[in-house]
């Protein structure tokens, strides 16, 4: 089947709102911006000016009524459209071509951006507004409000220092969208309004009166957001309507009737097709992730949750699978046509823009059977033939899943546009059951919600995405240099011993935590404080609504957690196994360069010491099932697993690590100097969590995977691996080689793998002549990206990577 004439028109019109620093258009960089969106790219006022005003009118209020009625604001006022041969309709801003900014949230940085490198993105009359507002939201914007109630000491570590990166930007949650198609918006109205007459009558007697006025502001908020999102679904059904009256052409006059209907129906009722279940899911979506405010990710179980409306249309008769296929392109259109403002340092690292929309598919039920049904395989399908950055899919492999969804799987990873991600439903399960405590109920509805983040579709499990980053590359040179920084001079870490006194790398490992445990304690006070503003500043009383244990409670998901999770990540572990590796063989071991000549030639950035660098790169690394160096491996990861246990968040409960780095690792390793590993100043970490440094893995796939395994997910975390095949190592004659790789994948119970599988001339060529390669696709880490829209520094990393073959091994 080919994209038929309708997506393919749909899919000429997007204006892709991914950031940059290679192209506008494709005229190379624009002197002086440190960023860039694509060409076409509009900043979206309105969105900002709607809230500012909102907040005016209702400065007395309480903060979530205030929320509640911002939201309202927005979606009776905001400027509605619906574009050519759309089947499901919705957007996020103002024009096609806009991205929304969140003055609520953020005001410094994009004070100083949006007078320089965004202005472009503005006319003058607009930015003199946007000048405007956030001038009214200085010191009101929640982020850096944390600095304000934490020590000045501590508050100085949340700036960028090359060691810890903290902050926060989006959240993290998944909505219950398999209620939302059971009883619609008015069935959640229904039981809010029970809950709060309940409230006003017999609860008013038994419950403290904080708890009173605490529920009922919930209450009162759910109820206006959730007739707000119905009045603006109502608002797409009257310009339907109006559009159908003047339209000529008869199928698109009947396509538009049908929208009028369904928008006038979901969500707030039950949908009764197919179409309706996606247009439900469409309209909450885009609140709930862009319009209430920026969630990051999604990792809804579409082939679960839309199943039951696709199978009643199959049986009824009123649909066909290329129907089915058609709309979920839609839906994936959809999601290439959204995004938002983001901070400058996340343009290298971030998802370049597009928010991490991701499917989820396959795996096994909640009762343990296996999960996979028509729909996955469609899913599959129509991501296959339109072929998008958006959206990223997560593919559950299950050891009951049939083979043919296996085969489909690796198809999907054959095509070349760096879909799917492989995750391995033996480590994950356990793992949630074991890290916050889910039932193995709960723990087998999981779904990928960005990266590697992992949520429990309808549990309260909010969290901050944007946590804090643990440099650990960064941490080792400061145990080499008694938490003196060789780039501000400063004493940035803790005043570990003299380098010159260590006599194995035991000394250096010793030193090394004490530097992790150094940072992880400032990173958390500082995410506890931020958490502690999102409480009292950015409630979500309308992604509250779609979760039942916050109906029930009467307490928004800002507050109110199932499960809970703190995670810091942690960047550069195999940089910091291969670093020890290297001084351990040739410093203690066989003395071939002393701790002070190599202290020396690492200050120096191995200026003039290109032979004593070569020496360090041949010592064993870590990739190539080489126990020398593997063993060592485990003890950085596991001690710093343990090291950062030692933390306790704000709840009393030991610290989990998290492997949602997504590109991080490359934008922040630019204050790390040259590491024992043979690695310069400022390159990149090694990529993902768990990658191995790139180029260093030579002794093939499986290799790779048998050094990778001897670190335990369950002992550590959810770990990010990244491998690179050419294309013909998953079809023809290696077909069955690369299904035996990936059982052994599974089998030796490592967490995730998702491929590269592009031609290395095709990415040499696309640097050499980008408009020729606008839709050359590469799964930079935990996102796929155009690979024109990177960096040349980071396109060169992917390119460096090993291409991996069953050829030579």
């Known amino acids: 089947m080919s994209i ?8 000429d019109g997007i204006v892709v709102k991914t950031t940059g620093v290679t192209r506008t258009g494709y005229d190379v960089v624009v002197p002086g911006k440190g960023q860039q969106y694509a060409l076409g790219v509009k900043l979206d006022v309105e969105r900002a000016r709607l809230v500012t005003q909102s907040y005016e009118e209702t400065e007395n209020e309480p903060v979530i009524l205030k929320r509640a009625e911002a939201l309202k604001k927005v979606l009776e006022d905001m400027t509605i459209y619906i574009k050519d041969d759309e089947l499901l309709v919705g957007a996020m801003s103002d024009a096609h071509e806009s991205i929304p900014f969140y003055p609520e949230v953020y005001w410094r940085w994009l004070s100083k951006s949006i007078n320089t490198d965004l202005k472009y993105l503005v006319n003058d009359q607009e930015l003199e507004e946007v000048n405007q507002i956030l001038d009214y939201w200085k010191n009101k914007s929640a982020h850096g409000k944390e600095r304000e109630v934490i020590p000045k000491d501590i508050a100085a570590y949340e700036r960028w220092n090359g060691a810890l990166f903290s902050t926060y930007d989006w959240d993290c949650l998944l909505p219950d969208y398999d209620w939302l198609m059971k009883v619609g918006l008015n069935g959640v109205i229904d039981i809010v309004e029970a809950k709060l007459r309940k409230l006003n009558t017999s609860d008013i007697y038994n419950l403290p009166i904080a708890d009173y006025i605490e529920k009922r502001e919930f209450y009162e908020a759910s109820l206006i957001s959730l007739r707000a999102v119905i009045a603006w679904a109502n608002r797409y059904a009257k310009l339907a309507k109006e559009k159908a009256a003047v339209e000529t052409n008869p199928q698109r006059k009947q396509e538009l009737e049908k929208i009028a209907e369904m928008c006038s129906w979901v969500p707030a009722n039950p949908p009764r097709t197919f179409q309706e279940a996606l247009q439900s899911f469409v309209f909450c979506h885009l609140v709930c992730n862009f319009i209430e405010q920026p969630l990051v990710g999604l990792g809804i179980r579409l082939d679960q949750v839309m199943y039951p409306s696709y199978k009643a249309d199959v049986e009824a008769g009123r649909i066909t699978k290329e ?25 290298g690292a971030g998802g370049a823009g597009l928010a991490w929309q991701n499917i989820t598919v396959g795996g096994v039920t909640p009762e343990g059977d296996d999960a996979t049904n028509e729909l996955s395989y469609l899913i599959v399908e129509s991501a296959n033939e339109v072929r998008l950055q958006q959206p990223p899919i997560e593919f559950r492999y ?10 489909a799987g690796i198809d999907l990873a054959a095509a070349g546009f760096a879909q799917p991600a492989f995750f391995n439903d033996d480590v994950l399960i356990p793992l949630l059951m074991e890290e916050v405590g889910a039932s193995i109920e ?11 983040h992992y949520q429990i579709p309808g549990k309260a499990m909010f969290y901050r995405a944007s946590t804090y980053y643990l440099c650990l590359p960064k941490m080792l040179e400061l145990a080499l240099s008694q938490g003196m920084d060789k780039f501000s001079g400063k004493q940035l870490g803790a005043r570990t011993p003299d380098p010159l006194t260590f006599t194995s790398i035991d000394d250096i490992m010793k030193a090394y935590l004490e530097q992790v445990y150094f940072f992880a304690v400032k990173g958390q006070i ?3 404080a931020g958490e502690l503003v999102i409480e009292q500043r950015l409630p979500r009383p309308f992604a509250s609504s779609l979760l039942k244990a916050c109906v029930e409670e009467g307490q928004d998901c800002v507050k109110y957690h199932e499960y809970y999770r703190s995670p810091p990540m942690a960047l550069g572990g195999v ?32 200026e003039e010491k290109e032979e004593l660098r070569q020496l360090m790169l041949q010592a064993p690394k870590f990739g190539n ?10 003890d950085v990861f596991y001690k710093t697993t343990q090291e950062v246990a030692k933390v306790k968040n704000r709840y009393g409960n030991p610290v989990h690590m998290d492997g949602t780095v997504a590109a991080a690792y490359y934008g922040f390793s630019s204050l790390t100097g040259a590491t024992p590993d043979g690695r310069r100043a400022k390159q990149a970490y090694n990529d993902g969590t768990i990658s191995p440094v790139q180029g260093q893995d030579t002794n093939g796939p499986t290799a790779v995977l048998k050094s990778v ?24 004659e290696y077909l069955d080689m690369f299904k035996s790789y990936l059982r052994t994948w599974h089998d030796l119970g490592i967490h995730h793998v998702q491929f590269n599988t592009q031609k290395l001339e095709d990415l040499l060529d696309a640097k050499e002549h980008p408009e020729r390669h606008t839709d050359l696709i590469v799964r930079v880490c935990g996102y796929a990206a155009c690979f024109i829209d990177l960096s040349s520094a980071l396109q060169d990393e992917v390119i460096k990577r090993t291409a991996q073959s069953f050829a030579e091994h």
């Not at 038929?4 to 899919?11: E, F, G, N």
């Not at 129907?323 to 290439?336: H, Q, V």
């Not at 709960?442 to 590697?452: F, K, P």
């Open 323 to 347: 129907d089915a296929i058609e709309l979920l392109e839609s839906l994936w259109i959809k999601f290439m046509e959204v995004g938002f403002v983001q901070p400058p340092i996340w343009s």
């Open 625 to 634: 099932d080489n126990d020398y160096v593997d063993s060592i491996a485990q």
């Open 526 to 528: 500082i995410h506890d």
């Open 442 to 452: 709960d723990a087998r509805e999981y779904g990928i919600n960005n990266c590697m």
């Open 398 to 407: 299950s050891c009951k899943a049939p083979g043919s969804f296996i085969d």
């Open 575 to 606: 940089n910091v196994a291969d670093s020890l590796a290297a001084i351990k063989k040739n410093v203690f071991e066989e003395k071939r360069v002393t701790m002070e000549e190599l202290l020396d030639a690492l200050k120096n950035d191995w």
């Open 4 to 11: 038929t004439a309708k997506i393919q028109r749909l899919v």
């Open 709 to 732: 395994s001897k670190i335990d997910p369950l002992l550590t975390w959810n770990h990010l691996l990244n491998q690179k095949f050419m294309p013909q190592f998953l079809q023809g």
